[in-house]
């Protein structure tokens, strides 16, 4: 059986196949009639994709950091309940509840509003913007509540989706190899890790070169970009995978997902 350095010599000087006609329309034909919300085309994308390679595929969301904020609302639920509603270029959508310290009345809620539209057409974490705060004691609370909602949305976990899942059990037959990679798409972190997502471009990764991961795992990934945000696709498979196939489809697939994303 070759090595993790037999295989990574392979890898690096194979050449990917060009996609067959019908693959390559497939594609074409998914994004050019997907129409949905955002996480909707990330999870449709990780079956695609798994559906296309027949292995488990991943997609990882470029989180909020870097989106460019289209609109902003506030709006009271209850005097002591304020939901903060932002919407991104892409079309992403994000809430979070925000509870000021005393009742808010509408024109409260309305001043507050106003002074965080500064944030439309900027980046989300762009630090050079900032609504103004010296208004009224409780509009400048609402507003700095507000703030510090967004800023901790910027820092939660990243959407992540699994397609395929089910392939696992026909590419690992051993179970105990099966469990140890199921239990490394279970963390955030093992995550970002398996798809390098600090990555430029295509990745490849082979055995021990993942860290903490099972030696019999290959991870094939590519960026994909969404109002300049970053973001991740790939498939896992056994040593054995079809790489040259893998990549050219991955590619493909990032590639036509930024494209979608961004139009």
Do not use: C
């Not at 296309?52 to 909020?64: D, E, N, R, S």
């Amino acid at each position: 059986m070759p090595t993790d350095r037999g295989y990574r010599f392979y890898v690096d000087h194979l050449s990917p196949d060009a996609l067959r006609a019908p693959t390559r329309g497939r594609i074409e034909t998914f994004f050019g009639t997907v129409h949905a919300e955002f996480s909707r085309i990330l999870r449709e994308t990780s079956d695609l994709l798994s559906e296309i390679t027949h292995y488990p595929a991943v997609v990882l969301g470029p989180g909020l950091r870097g989106h460019i904020v289209r609109d902003l609302h506030l709006l009271a639920v209850e005097p002591d309940v304020v939901v903060l509603v932002v919407l991104t270029e892409t079309g992403r959508v994000y809430q979070s509840v925000v509870r000021p310290p005393r009742p808010v009345g509408p024109d409260e809620v309305s001043a507050a509003a106003a002074a965080l539209e500064a944030l439309k057409g900027h980046e989300l974490g762009d630090e050079t913007v900032a609504p103004p705060v010296d208004g009224p004691p409780p509009v400048a609370a609402l507003v700095g509540l507000t703030m510090a909602a967004l800023s901790t949305a910027l820092d939660r976990g990243r959407e992540i989706y699994v397609g395929g899942a089910s392939r696992m059990v026909e590419l690992w037959e051993d179970l105990a190899k099966l469990h140890r990679v199921l239990a490394l798409l279970e963390r955030e972190a093992t995550v970002l890790e398996l798809l390098d997502d600090r990555a430029e471009g295509t990745s490849v990764r082979l055995g021990s070169e993942i860290h903490a991961a099972e030696p019999d795992l290959a991870v094939v990934s590519a960026t994909y970009l969404a109002a300049g945000a970053r973001g991740r696709v790939g498939v896992l498979g056994p040593m054995r995978m079809d790489y040259k196939r893998s990549i050219r489809v991955v590619e493909e697939v990032s590639d036509a997902l930024g494209d979608s994303l961004n139009h």
